[in-house]
């Protein structure tokens, strides 16, 4: 069974910075996909960013220009660094990843962190 594991969620002020972790762990061979979804109360999950095994990155039109998704494959683990934030980032953040473990194809999600953006 993978689990994924997130940190660095909290309170910010407009305009700040806070960069997110997940790590993956279990008994991985390869992980292809790795993403971001945030989610507010009453709304759908929606998809943040992603990153592929080869480094192609994917954004929401919404914060193009202002986060980052990265990943360090050596320490299963994906990054979102969130810049300029606005207060209409305020939400739970999800990592997800998905790939092959010992067990077979896995598709796992992070419990989530709270990010919230006020002043």
């Known amino acids: 069974q993978v689990q994924l594991v997130e940190s660095g969620g909290g309170l910010v002020q407009p305009g700040g910075s806070l960069r997110l972790s997940c790590a993956a762990s279990?008994?991985?061979?390869?992980?292809?996909?790795m993403s971001w979804y945030r989610q507010t109360p009453g709304n759908r999950r929606e998809l943040v960013a992603t990153?592929?095994?080869?480094?192609?990155?994917n954004y929401a039109d919404s914060v193009k220009g202002r986060f980052t998704i990265s990943r360090a494959d050596a320490k299963n683990t994906v990054y979102l660094q969130m810049n300029s934030l606005k207060p209409e980032d305020t939400a739970v953040y999800y990592c997800n990843a998905a790939g092959q473990a010992v067990r077979g194809p896995f598709n796992s999600w992070g419990q989530g962190t709270q990010v919230t953006v006020s002043s």
């Open positions: 990153i592929s095994s080869g480094g192609t990155t």
């Open positions: 279990g008994n991985i061979f390869t992980i292809h996909a």
